[in-house]
Structure formats: C-alpha cells, structure tokens
C-alpha cells in the first residue's frame, strides 16, 4: 500500500442516549394545566371584580339587599356632569393637577438625583440607600408622621419658616396650600423608585458619546441635552407615564393627611369613589367613577406600551 495513501477516518462511537425533542406546553393540554392556578386568581381578584363594577355602575345599587336596587342604565354616567359638592369634573380637575406636579416635580428631582448619584464614591453609594428608603415605607406611617410636621402650631415645617424669617402656613387646614402639602409628600415619598429607575438607564448609556463630545468642546448643558437626554428619552417616557397612572390612582395620603378637604380641595377622583361608594354609600355612582377611571388608566396604558415599544425600537 502506497504512503501516501490516507486511511478513512473511524465513525465516531454514538452513545446509547438520544436526545427528547423539547416539549411546547403551549401546545398541550398540560400548558392550560400549568397556567390555570394564575389564570383563575387573576379572574378572581382582577377580572370578576372588574366586570362586578362595570354591572354595579348601571344600577342604584342597594347593598344590604340588591333585591331592591333600581336599574338606571347610563343615568350615573350622565350624573358626573352635573354640579355638586364635590363635583366629577372638579375632582378630575384636582386629580390632573396633582398627577401634572408628579409628572413635573417628581421627573426632575429624580432625574437630578439619578445624575448625581451615578458619579459613585463611597458617600454617594450610601445615598442611594438613603433616596430610596422613603419609598420602602408604609404610606399609612408615614402619612400621619407628614401631617405632625405640617401642623400649623408645633410642626416642623412652620418651625423652618420662621427660622428662616419667612411666613407661616396653616396647610392642610388651608384650601390653598393643602394640595401642595400632599404634593410635598408625595415626591418624598416616590421619587426614589423613579431615581432607581433613572439610574439603570444612566448605567447603559454609552460613555464614549459623552467623551467624544468633550473633546469636541461641547459644554455640560450640550453634552447632557444632546447625549444623555437623547439616549434617555425612553426611559423618561417610561417614568413619566407610569408616574401619571399612579398618581392618578392615589389615595391613602389624600385620606391620612387631608380627607378630601378642606372646602374639597383635595378631593381627587380616587377620594371622591371613596366618598360616593363608602361615605354616601352610592355604590352605583361610585362604580360609575371608578369605571371613568379604570379607562383612563386603560388610555395611559396604551399610550406607554405604544410610545415605550416605538422609541425603544428606535435605539436599533
């Protein structure tokens, strides 16, 4: 046999095992299986209740015994226009503004701790913990801890303005001011699960843009509008959307610190189903408010899966 001849290679031993194809339970019998515990809690505790609201709505419901409720079709969605004390359309009024100085507010604080808080250091890394803490509290807690503070007489709030020479309030006791005490609250109390949300997207954005520029001769304020600001847009789309869905959804600080007063000042629509519902026990008109609502969280919802998906698929 010639050398130069090559001997054919040996097959390679197979083992005795053989590979299962994966299964799809989406496509089995077994997968309705799996998914049926979630499924029926989230019937239970999402779906009935919300079909139960969208029946209740129609009727002059009568609690103790439904035998003798009257139905009224869509006369307790006509009723929301009507005056009365306190009025739909005032508490939507009082409800966009609390959510606008959330939005607002809340977007900017965050956004401004976020950038500081990324710089890092061994003090500012124990910040973040100390940003985020208020949010980790029971709103019910710290709610009725904020109204001590804001008390006109021996609260701490007065107590710094007229340290710094400056006029006392009587806040939640005043029409004017109590809204902006919640308010006060409010962004004490959120803005450090949106500062964490800012700081995840602060930690994927590139720095070489940002050092490029700088050897360009931008500015700070160019750089920050041009490249962060414009590599962030999303995450801020996010923040902004989700911050109005639940401030549109507020209620425990409304009810701890100011219930709904004074003169309804601070009666937004999440009080006023409250107050309808519970209060007055018109549960009809109440569930006709909480379903205006539950659509308008629906509508905010939409707007952040659309505008979330699009400018995310814009960064591709």
Known sequence: MSALATTAPEPAVRSGRTRRPVRDFRRSPWGLAYSAPAVLIFALFIIIPTGYTFYVSLWHWQSADPAYSKFLGVKNYTRLFEQGSPSFLGSFAHSLYFASAMVVGGTAISLGCALLLQRGGRLLNTSRLAVYMPHATPVIATSMAWVWI??????????????????????????????????????????????????GGLAVISDELGEAAQVDGCTPWQEFWHITWAQLRPVVTFVVLLTTITSLQAFTQFYEMAQGGPDNATTTLSYLIFYEAISLADDGYGAAIAVVLFFITVFFTLVRRRTTSSESAGLY
């Open 150 to 199: 804001f008390d006109p007489q021996f609260g701490l709030a007065n107590w710094a303005l007229r340290s710094a020479g400056l006029p006392t309030s009587a806040w939640l006791s005043s029409s004017g001011a109590a809204m902006p005490a919640v308010i006060v609250y409010s962004l004490w109390h959120e803005v450090g699960f949106t500062t964490v949300i800012f700081l």
